[in-house]
Structures are given as C-alpha cells and as structure tokens.
Nanobody, 120 residues
Framework: VQLQAFGGGLVQPGGSLRLSCGSD????????MGWYRQAPGKQRELVAK???????KYADSVKGRFTISRDDAKNTLSLQMNSLKLEDAAVYYC???????????????WGKGTQVTVSS
C-alpha cells in the first residue's frame, strides 16, 4: 500500500490545518487508517485512528481539537486540526492497517510524513 500525506505547513498557535492522505488502495478496504506524529527527540505517537465502520480513537492530547475522517468517494483520509498548540509541531504520518482487531493490526503501512510547524 502506498500512502501519500500532504497539507502540512506553518501555522500560528491557535490556527488550523487540514492534512490529507491518499492511497493507491481503496480506503474502503483498509481496516484501520490513521495519523501518527513524531516530534524531534520523541517517539512516534498515535494521533487518531479510524475504522471502516466509522469508529475513531484519539490521543488524549488532541481530543476536541482534531477530527479524523474518511472520504471513500475521494479515497482520502483527512485530519482537521484546530486550535493548534506549539506541542503539536511534528512530522505527521499517514497509517494504514490490515488484519485488525479493533484498532490493533498485524500489517502496518506508513506513508512519508508531512511537516507541521506551529510557531508564532
């Protein structure tokens, strides 16, 4: 599975960005899709996940601010990020999982990341 994330950029604290991820596979067939992020010197961490039956899971740090969504018609996964904070700055990676039980999958695929910079 080839994943391509785009939409990153520079934003001021309190601002918004929308990330998108395209796939060469129909996303309707991808059990779990999601977003992870990695800041310098830190481990990659989950931001949000979404299943084909519309269940979602968010990191506590982004609940109420970020929204993950899947658009099967456009074959796109999106992440709407509002009220961005300095600590949201990171490289964001699109994720696809197969062979999943709930949100845990046995086959993981990652796209190249897109940089989100939050700075005044």
């Amino acid at each position: 599975v080839q994943l391509q994330a785009f939409g990153g950029g520079l934003v001021q604290p309190g601002g918004s960005l929308r990330l998108s991820c395209g796939s060469d596979e129909p996303i309707s067939r991808i059990n779990v899709m999601g977003w992870y992020r990695q800041a310098p010197g830190k481990q990659r961490e989950l931001v949000a996940k979404s299943t084909t039956d519309s269940r979602t899971k968010y990191a506590d740090s982004v609940k109420g601010r970020f929204t993950i969504s899947r658009d099967d018609a456009k074959n796109t996964l999106s992440l709407q990020m509002n009220s961005l904070k300095l600590e949201d700055a990171a490289v964001y990676y699109c994720y696809a999982g197969f062979g999943c039980s709930h949100f845990d999958c046995v086959a993981d695929y990652w796209g190249k990341g897109t940089q989100v910079t939050v700075s005044s």
